[in-house]
């Protein structure tokens, strides 16, 4: 059974810097995509950034783009998500996912149903 726990939310001013951390069990992490959403209070979960299996890769909806970055240490089952000058738009709860399926060509990154482990969540808060 893999587990996910994620790590690092918290509550931070508007143009300050987290990085929440996720931490994968099993052996086989590094032949899955991971990826990051978010749920804020009365939205949909939407995402927010992906990862390829080997780390080459990496993709971000638009409204993250040039503010956050998304890494991994295989060595460590560990995906990263540094997130600089925050928003208060990016006030959600944060979700780390690993891949339904192994990271092959035509993979979903960008979509929930592609991923088939979640965390339980780990609140990010931004005040203005």
């Known amino acids: 059974q893999v587990q996910l726990v994620e790590s690092g939310g918290g509550l931070v001013q508007a143009g300050g810097s987290l990085r929440l951390s996720c931490a994968a069990s099993g052996r086989t992490f590094s032949s899955y995509a991971m990826g990051w959403f978010r749920q804020a209070p009365g939205k949909e979960r939407e995402f927010v950034a992906a990862?390829?299996?080997?780390?080459?890769?990496?993709y971000y909806a638009d409204s993250v783009k040039g503010r956050f970055s998304i890494s991994r240490d295989n060595a460590l089952n560990t995906v990263y998500l540094q997130m600089n000058n925050l928003k208060p738009e990016d006030t959600a709860i944060y979700y780390c996912a690993r891949g339904r399926v192994l990271d092959t060509y035509g993979f979903q990154y960008r979509r929930d149903y592609a991923y088939g482990y979640w965390g339980q969540g780990t609140q990010v808060t931004v005040s203005s």
């Open positions: 990862i390829t299996s080997s780390g080459s890769s990496t």
